[in-house]
């Protein structure tokens, strides 16, 4: 009778009223009633990204909405910029080089991230068509500054590309304001909702650049697409039930407003930060993302932590990938995770370092979060 | 998107599990397929109760189930002892009174509970056929020893109905060897599932006094669920996706232990004693029931923090009654609530004083809680 919560970053604990939408009977796709719903996915996307650009959905994992990006957005005359902070400026990386495009990466050293300036020096060189960045690194629970990136970006004639699949709906995302030319989610995250759908929102900018390549592919290719979401259709079978799941979650996001959200998650993460500080522990970020926090083992301790978490109680983290291996957790404040919730896995981190030997203060942790999220509500 | 959780003292959290097998679709009761639920349920509440008795399950309340015990197993050549300790102790004096039984009730002040020395005065008179007490009484977050009881009783021709409607699957409770001659429950506490079902356990020594009693109604009368028990069936239409659900609930329980989730649900009531006490406030019962914590509003507080404790922080608690009404709050440590959002829970609580002007240190209450929940793993 351990209660199961996903603090994992991503998948995201699903809302019992999302869950219940998509348990609902099947309809079909090609029908009025799924353009009506689709027509209000996709105001609701443009709502949550604070863009009237099209938003584009895509039966697929956020990794097929990136590649989509990158695949057909990428100018063949120009060579593509990759900020690589961790795994998933690794993995954009690979998927440029898979579709032959000429890749200059820009590496960071873990738990940091490529910088407005940075971005500035490469660009104007002039050699650049393509600029993508990771918003909120997963895998080093490291924010970059997306903001500057953008201004930078806007000023030339490259497009910025950025993976915001653990950053929308969570981190500070202004799509038009920041004139991030394309933005890409996946649905196990701040959506709230079961893996399977991607969404890309792409600018006038980007749109000039993809309608004059001629599309690598048929699944990915965007301008497919934009030809149906204008009449709140899909090129593709789309997904229905977790359509219809996003579109409760994201009518619950919408009816907040997604800045308080921002404001919620990044209070969660301070809190996060500083019950395990209090604890004796060391956040690994010099940047650190308030989508996901990472803290480093202390002494003594390896993933047997994880595990304890897991099956005493119930709290799903995530764990450290090539050379954080063993070395650190990562915990979730994205989406439906709440304070309630995120004081309580700060208890069972205490109790976990105890059982493991770690000398600590039972309370202390807890009570150093409580004190962050006094004002949450 | 503030998530709900339920910590009044009935209706408790139900389990996804319990939901999902509620939600499968509807068949037919008179068949073998329920049948053979039907016998794995019966089992199982066996089981739980620590019983060799039949256990008959009313689609009804618990109130239901009271009833049905009360009316059809008090003789009417004797006398009904009914111990009144708060709102529930009151309804069982009503519900023998509108049968016409000659009652006969032992009023305790709210916060405490009627003794076995108290029950057995009263025995030794003769005059008693059947003796009603509330094991939890709900309205005063109260217990009584019915332990103690069961012992006094067994040693004389009264039988004992006992309420353990809040006390069933969270207080000990052990039918046969305490030698309780009738036991009831309501499935929207500890069983974790919605309300609509009662379970009555009866003894031998209560069936003989049954049968003797020509049963004053007809949807009430235990001798119809006995005949039909026996072969895994019911008297009237069955509430069949609540028993479904029972059979999942059950199989939880009985997986765990019982045993187990009695001590848990102890260091759950310890935890938010000790929290409130660290926060100032008292514990209103002088005999603490570990099922429901009822817990007094320091000076200057009333209702009010009930209603903020919901809207801000989805904890639902419930209020006092009668001349407890706005002076204090109940929570539960029933069923499906965990330690995790326990500890949280009463952050809320610090939370919501704090508004309401109460000097708290935010976090005294959290760390004393996250003390004494250490072990519950």
């Avoid at 060189?125 to 690194?137: F, H």
């Avoid at 920041?178 to 890309?200: N, Y």
């Avoid at 048929?218 to 799941?245: E, H, W």
Wanted: aromatic share 6%; hydrophobic share 45%.
């Amino acid at each position: 009778m351990i209660k199961a919560r996903l603090f994992t970053p991503g998948p995201t604990d699903v809302p019992p009223e999302v869950l219940v939408e998509m348990a609902k009977p099947m309809f079909h796709h090609r029908t009025p009633q799924f353009q009506a719903m689709f027509a209000e996915v996709n105001a609701g996307l443009k709502k949550m990204l604070l863009t009237a650009n099209d938003v584009l959905t895509i039966a697929g994992s956020g990794t097929a909405g990136m590649e989509a990006a990158i695949a057909c957005a990428s100018r063949r005359d120009k060579k593509v910029l990759v900020a690589n902070g961790g795994k998933f400026g690794e993995r954009w990386v690979k998927v440029a080089k898979v579709y032959g495009l000429d890749v200059d990466e820009v590496v960071s050293p873990w738990g940091t991230a490529i910088t407005p300036e940075s971005v500035r020096e490469k660009l104007a060189t002039g050699l650049y068509g393509t600029v993508v960045v990771v918003y909120s690194e997963t895998s080093t629970a490291t924010a970059c500054d997306l903001e500057g990136i953008g201004k930078v970006v806007a000023g030339t004639d490259a497009i910025l590309i950025a993976d915001c699949i653990t950053a929308a709906g969570t981190l500070p995302l202004r799509t038009d304001e920041w004139k991030i030319d394309i933005v890409a989610t996946g649905s196990q995250k701040a959506l709230m909702l079961p893996p399977g759908l991607a969404t890309v929102a792409v600018s006038e900018k980007a749109w000039k650049i993809i309608d004059a390549i001629k599309a690598p592919g048929l699944y990915l290719d965007l301008k497919a697409y934009r030809k149906m979401v204008v009449k709140n259709d899909t090129p593709y079978t789309p997904a229905v039930s977790l359509i219809r799941g996003m579109k409760v979650s994201l009518d619950m996001i919408n009816a907040i407003g997604v800045e308080k959200i921002w404001a919620r998650s990044a209070l969660l993460a301070k809190a996060t930060r500083q019950a395990c500080v209090a604890l004796g522990m060391k956040v690994f970020s010099k940047q650190p993302s308030d989508s996901v926090t990472g803290i480093m083992y202390p002494p003594g301790v390896d993933d047997a932590f994880r595990k304890i978490l897991q099956s005493k109680y119930g709290i799903n983290a995530a764990g450290g990938q090539d050379d954080l291996k063993g070395k650190c957790f990562r915990v979730s404040h994205m989406g439906y995770v709440d304070p309630i919730e995120t004081i309580g896995m700060i208890a069972a981190i205490e109790y976990t370092l105890a059982e493991l030997g770690v000398a600590v203060e039972i309370g202390k942790g807890v009570a150093a979060a409580a004190r962050v999220l006094k004002d949450w509500a």
